[in-house]
C-alpha cells in the first residue's frame, strides 16, 4: 500500500474543463478502490466562476479525499498560493506525487517545490505538451519558458500518457523521457447491446459531443456538409465562446441551417442514451491526446469519424471501428457520402464495438496496469 497524492488544478463537478476532468476523477475512485490512500490537491475552479468552498476545507467526492484552496486567479492559471504552501508543507507524507495537466501555475509551481524537495513526479499532460502547443503562433511565452525553465523542472519526470501519439508529442520537445502509456480510465456504458434499427433510418444522423473550441476543426465538417446530397441531421453538444459558435454559424450555408442543431452541455449518464441515437460521432480535431468521447460512443455502439491528430485513431483504425479522415472538406465529404450509401459497415460496428470496448476499456484492467506503473516508480527512486 502507498500513499498517492494527486495535483490538479480543478476536479468534478468541474466539468467545463472537459474529458480530464473526467479522467482525472475516474482515476482517483478506482485507487481508492484499492487498498491505497489517494489524496487530491486541488482548487476551487469552475471556469470564470469558483465553487463556494471554504480554502483548506476536506470533501469527500465520490470516496475520494480532496483538499480544496482558493485560487488568485479566474483564468486558466489557477495562481493558488494556498495549494502550493500546503504541498511544501506535507509533501514528506506521500510516496507518489502525481501532477495532473502542465500550462497551469498549480502544476508547475508543483513541479518547482518537488524538485527543491528532491521529489520525483509522475506528471500526465492531458495534451498539454504537443506539438499543437508548441506550434501555436499566439503561445511563443510557453516556448520560451519550456526552454528557460521548464526543461528542468521535467528533467527526469516520469510520463504517464494516454496513448502512443501523446508520447511521441512529448519525445519531440523533451529530451530523452521516460514515458509509460496507459489508457485513461473513463466511465463506459453499462449494457451490452446497443439498439441498431437508429443504423437504417432515412436521414444520416450525426453528432459532436465536446467542447467548442478551435482545436476541435468542427468547421471542417460544417463546410463539409454544406456539399452535402443526402438528408443528415447534426447535432452539436456542448459549450463554447459566444464569439467562436457564431464565428462557425457563419460557414454554414442556409440551405442546411434546418439540419444543424446546436444542443448545448449534457453531463452524467444522459450522454450515453444520446450518443446511441446515432449513426456517427465525429471529431475532426487539430490535437486529441486521448479523445474520451470515442470510447463513450463505441461503448454504445456508435461508429466515429476522426482525424489522424486524435490519439485513439490507430486503435480505431485497427480495429476497424470508424473511419480517419483528414482535416480537408472535400475528403470529409466524400467519406460521409460513402458512409450513407452503405449503411452495413455502421450496422457491423454497433455489434462488434461495445464488447470490444468494455475489454480493452475495462476499469479492472487499467487500474492494474496504473498500480504496477506507481510501484515501478517507487522501486527506482527508493
Not at 492559471?77 to 500550462?103: E, F, M, R, T
Not at 517545490?113 to 502547443?133: A, D, E, F, M, Q
Not at 446546436?262 to 486529441?288: I, N, T
Request: hydrophobic letters at 40%.
Amino acid at each position: 500500500m502507498f500513499k498517492i497524492l494527486q495535483v490538479t488544478a480543478s476536479y468534478k463537478p468541474a466539468f467545463i474543463y472537459g474529458g480530464p476532468t473526467i479522467s482525472v476523477s475516474r482515476l482517483c475512485e478506482a485507487l481508492e478502490k484499492t487498498a491505497n490512500k489517494v489524496t487530491v490537491l486541488t482548487t476551487t475552479a469552475n471556469g470564470d466562476k469558483d465553487f463556494d468552498i471554504e480554502e483548506g476545507d476536506l470533501k469527500i467526492i465520490d470516496g475520494v479525499s480532496l483538499v480544496y484552496f482558493h485560487r488568485k486567479t479566474k483564468d486558466h492559471s489557477h495562481w493558488s498560493p494556498g495549494l502550493l504552501k500546503y504541498l511544501n508543507k506535507h509533501i514528506s507524507q506521500y510516496d507518489i506525487v502525481h501532477i495532473q495537466a502542465w500550462w497551469n501555475l498549480v502544476s508547475m509551481g508543483a513541479a518547482f517545490i518537488c524538485k527543491i524537495k528532491n521529489k520525483r513526479i509522475v506528471l500526465s499532460p492531458r495534451g498539454t505538451l504537443s506539438s499543437y502547443t508548441f506550434g501555436s503562433k499566439r503561445n511563443p511565452f510557453k516556448r520560451i519558458f519550456h526552454i528557460t525553465i521548464g526543461n528542468w523542472l521535467l528533467k527526469n519526470a516520469y510520463f504517464l500518457v494516454s496513448s502512443e501519439k501523446e508520447g511521441e508529442d512529448i519525445k519531440s520537445i523533451i529530451k530523452n523521457p521516460y514515458i509509460k502509456v496507459i489508457p485513461n480510465l473513463i466511465q463506459l456504458a453499462d449494457w451490452e447491446s446497443p439498439l441498431i434499427d437508429n443504423k437504417i433510418s432515412a436521414e444520416l444522423k450525426l453528432v459532436f459531443f465536446s467542447r467548442i473550441e478551435k482545436k476541435k476543426g468542427l468547421e471542417f465538417m460544417l463546410k463539409a456538409l454544406n456539399k452535402a446530397d443526402f438528408n443528415f441531421v447534426f447535432d452539436i453538444y456542448g459549450s463554447g465562446e459566444v464569439d467562436y459558435i457564431a464565428e462557425l454559424k457563419s460557414v454554414i450555408s442556409p440551405s442546411i441551417q434546418c439540419k444543424i442543431n446546436w444542443k448545448g452541455s449534457v453531463f452524467g449518464d444522459d450522454k450515453f442514451r444520446l450518443l446511441q441515437a446515432y449513426d456517427l460521432m465525429v471529431l475532426p480535431s487539430y490535437d486529441e491526446n486521448f479523445a474520451n468521447v470515442v470510447i463513450e460512443s463505441l461503448s454504445v455502439g456508435t461508429a466515429v469519424l476522426i482525424t489522424r491528430k486524435v490519439g485513439l485513431s490507430d486503435y480505431v483504425e485497427k480495429q476497424g471501428l470508424g473511419w480517419i479522415c483528414e482535416q480537408s472538406t472535400d475528403k470529409i465529404i466524400a467519406i460521409l457520402k460513402t458512409i450513407n450509401e452503405d449503411r452495413k459497415e455502421l450496422i457491423r460496428i454497433s455489434q462488434v464495438a461495445p464488447a470490444l470496448i468494455q475489454t480493452d476499456f475495462s476499469e479492472q484492467n487499467l487500474i492494474k496496469q496504473y498500480i504496477t506503473f506507481y510501484n515501478s516508480v517507487l522501486k527506482s527512486t527508493s
